[in-house]
């Protein structure tokens, strides 16, 4: 569903991404594993069309959207759950999702998604005409992904939704995204919990400084020595 060649990104002078490929299958979920810097925010953005690389490919159903705006990226069907939930804290949660419907795949049908995202997040539904400021963080967290759902992606990237989350949220988390995994939902995950993600993942990458060290199954990276001494402190 998703292709990433060779893909360069720099901030001025500083190269961020050197070489990444990745590919993403329909309907399967992929980590993105990393430490403090190591690129994994610059790939999302990039992939999602809010930063532009200076070399490489990214194709998306088939379509090459290297360099497209990102409201054009996500209305052909490619959400993103941004780093620190960027939900409108002064607008009502119900508001909160209607923005969410605004691109122009999401108008048809905008209400059944409504119900479905309020069936997902009964928290949200006994709450809509609250202002989303008042929300908990993992609340807040709910609501944007509901928001992103709102919006009828056929792939969504995670980035960290379990910063800053109690650990019975974490739990929440994990659950909503199996679920949407199960229903066939594609994913990228990147996530500091490092060795749920991998479980979740059918096929996950190491990224360090800008390049891709190392790939596999969920699987191979949860065994592999060097990923468990570096990321799950075993
Ligand atoms: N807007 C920016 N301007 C300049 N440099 C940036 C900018 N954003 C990120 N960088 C740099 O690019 C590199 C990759 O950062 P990025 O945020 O992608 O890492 P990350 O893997 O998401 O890290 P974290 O786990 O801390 O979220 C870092 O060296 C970072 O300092
Ligand atoms: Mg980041």
Not at 20 to 41: E, L, P, Q, R, Y
């Amino acid at each position: 569903m998703l292709t990433v060649t060779d893909l360069d990104l720099f901030y001025g002078d500083a190269q961020a991404l050197d070489g990444v490929s990745i590919t993403v299958a329909a309907g399967t979920t992929t980590a993105i594993v990393g430490a403090n810097g190591a690129g994994k925010t610059s790939l999302i953005r990039t992939i999602s069309g809010i930063l532009k690389p200076a070399r490489g490919r990214i194709t998306f159903k088939g379509k090459d959207i290297a360099g497209l705006p990102s409201h054009v990226v996500c209305d052909l069907g490619l959400g993103q759950v941004a780093e620190g939930r960027q939900i409108f804290p002064t607008l009502s949660i119900r508001e909160n999702l209607e923005m969410g419907a605004v691109i122009p795949r999401a108008r048809a049908g905008a209400k059944d998604t409504f119900e479905r995202v309020l069936a997902l997040f009964p928290r949200l539904k006994e709450r809509l005409e609250q202002a989303a400021g008042t929300l908990s963080g993992g609340e807040q967290q709910m609501l944007a992904i509901g928001r992103c759902l709102m919006g009828k992606p056929e792939l969504i990237m995670f980035d960290e939704p379990s910063l800053g989350l109690s650990p019975a949220m974490v739990h929440e988390l994990f659950r909503t995204i199996r679920n949407l995994a199960a229903d066939g939902m594609t994913i990228i995950l990147v996530e500091q919990n490092v060795a749920a993600s991998l479980k979740l993942a059918q096929q996950a990458y190491v990224l360090e400084n800008g390049r891709v060290v190392l790939s596999g199954t969920g699987e191979q990276l949860l065994a592999d020595p060097a990923v468990k001494q570096a990321y799950l402190g075993l």
